[in-house]
């Protein structure tokens, strides 16, 4: 079993441009989140989608954040254009649903300069 | 509005002595709670879990208890190793998880020779 995983591990870019993590689920898992963590706020739910629908995406700063799940095996989460306080690690989960528990991939660590 | 408080950002036990990290919720709309250890550079791993209809669960070393009129659970590490030095955080959810977890800001726990 493979795990979460995510691409690429770190991002370094300068402040507007556009930024793109990418998430493959764990094979046969129907729900997908992603999470922010910053020492100020700890893990946020920034949006989550079940059967590649998104379902809540109020957790999703503004605008300039987006999200897609085109199909089971794959997400997105973009930032554009991005700005210093974005800066963070990113991490996508997925899980089975219901009491089922989160799986999480080892992050993106972002830094916009 | 944090709606899971993990008060103590960081916790120091003595190897072979109980740990207990604590956890206080304020939606009493949760009926699932997780703890999940995460190491640097690596995501969040899950731990041991609990449902709101039971008050205790056990896992090897580690139990989870839950007060839900005081709206507070906590985890025991029994007895401390090496290896659970880490940072701990505690989640909690609607629907069973389905929803999505809340996770509060984490503790640190250090594990002393």
């Known amino acids: 079993d493979a795990g979460v995983i995510q691409s690429p591990r770190h991002e370094v870019t300068e402040m507007g441009q556009e930024v793109t993590l990418r998430c493959k689920p764990i094979s046969g898992h129907n729900s997908l989140f992603w999470y922010r963590q910053t020492m100020m706020r700890g893990l946020e739910l920034l949006i989550y989608f079940n059967n590649n629908v998104p379902i809540d995406d109020s957790g999703m700063p503004e605008d300039r954040f987006s999200a897609k799940m085109p199909n089971a095996s794959f997400s997105t989460l973009k930032i554009q254009p991005s700005e210093p306080r974005d800066s963070a690690v990113y991490f996508c989960?997925?899980?089975?649903?219901?009491?089922?528990?989160?799986?999480f991939g080892n992050g993106t660590r972002l830094t916009v300069t | 509005d944090q709606q899971v408080k993990q008060n103590s950002p960081s916790l120091s036990v003595q190897e072979g002595r109980i740990s207990i990290l604590n956890c206080d919720y304020t939606?009493?709309?949760?009926?699932?709670f997780l703890w999940y250890k995460k190491y640097p550079a690596e995501g969040p791993t899950f731990l041991i879990s609990i449902s709101s209809i039971k008050d205790k669960n056990e896992d090897g070393r580690f139990t989870v208890f839950l007060n839900k009129s005081a709206k507070h659970l906590s985890l025991h590490i029994v007895p401390s190793q090496p290896g659970d030095s880490a940072v701990y955080f505690c989640g909690s959810g609607t629907g069973g998880g389905a929803d999505g977890l809340t996770f509060g800001k984490g503790t640190h726990l250090i594990i002393q020779p």
């Open positions: 989960a997925s899980s089975r649903g219901g009491h089922s528990p989160l799986h």
């Open positions: 939606n009493s709309m949760f009926d699932y």
